[in-house]
């Protein structure tokens, strides 16, 4: 899993909220570690504070870990009073951070392990009677003109066709629109 150290700087708001998001995206498309150093920013506002957000269920929908580092206790009560006090763990300084996200890191199970949450479970299997329910299904016969003799001819699922009268080849698609294969001579 790789990791990046994010600093900020200046006021957090749409369009540096906007860009940190988009940088984590487009980096979260594979798993990955997040310190953003808060040390050196000045204010946020709402909207940097729906950034935030968006980055926490960024991580969480791709399995990254992100982490704020540089949190004074100012910083603290701000977060607290958004609302987002809970979302990102909060650390002082960058390396008692990273020495978290590292922590988490260790302590997820490697691939090749079983996980304890995934233990084989029984499958039932349904009597013969609810199988044959199950199979069933109702299949909506359409009808279509044949392109070359005019015939009136059933279908019932997209594909290729043959006229039975005129033996003409020819393809359904899923709207129901006729093609016609163009003959070789």
């Not at 940190?20 to 997040?34: G, Q, T, V």
């Not at 977060?79 to 260790?106: C, M, R, V, Y």
């Not at 349904?126 to 059933?154: A, H, N």
């Amino acid at each position: 899993m790789k990791s990046l150290l994010i600093h900020l700087s200046g006021h957090l708001s749409a369009e540096l909220g906007s860009d940190l998001y988009l940088r984590i995206k487009d980096a979260s498309l594979a798993p990955h570690l997040f310190c953003i150093e808060l040390s050196s920013l000045d204010s946020v506002d709402e909207v940097g504070i729906e950034y935030l957000k968006k980055i926490s269920s960024r991580a969480k929908e791709t399995g990254s870990k992100v982490a704020l580092s540089g949190v004074s206790e100012e910083w603290k009560k701000v977060l607290e009073e958004f609302g987002i006090g809970s979302l990102f763990p909060s650390f002082g300084n960058s390396a008692e951070a990273k020495q978290d996200l590292e922590k988490n890191l260790i302590t997820e199970l490697p691939a090749n392990q079983a996980r304890p949450d995934l233990e084989e479970k029984p499958v039932l299997v349904p009597s013969s009677e609810e199988t044959e329910i199950s199979l069933e299904r109702e299949v909506e016969i359409k009808t279509v003109f044949c392109p070359e003799c005019g015939q009136t001819l059933k279908w019932s699922r997209p594909g290729n066709y043959k006229c039975p009268s005129c033996s003409s080849k020819f393809l359904i698609n899923p709207k129901g629109w006729v093609s016609v294969y163009e003959r070789l001579i």
